[in-house]
């Protein structure tokens, strides 16, 4: 996932802001990490380079 994208990923659930974890990156993307919704607190996983944005 490119960094750019972070300024128009929302929560899909709430349409929060997400705080972003990183585990793993390689140049500019994100390969591994998570994002967690500062409001409703729901989780969301990046895996190799791909957020998992689907509501729970």
């Known amino acids: 996932m490119k960094r750019e994208l972070l300024d128009i990923i929302c929560c899909p659930t709430c349409k929060a802001d997400l705080e ?3 585990k793993e990156e390689k140049e500019s ?3 591994t990490g998570f994002f967690i919704c500062s409001k409703c607190k729901t989780k969301y996983p990046i895996t190799d ?3 998992d944005l689907l509501p729970r």
């Open 20 to 22: 972003l974890t990183v």
């Open 29 to 31: 993307e994100i390969i």
């Open 49 to 51: 380079g791909i957020p």
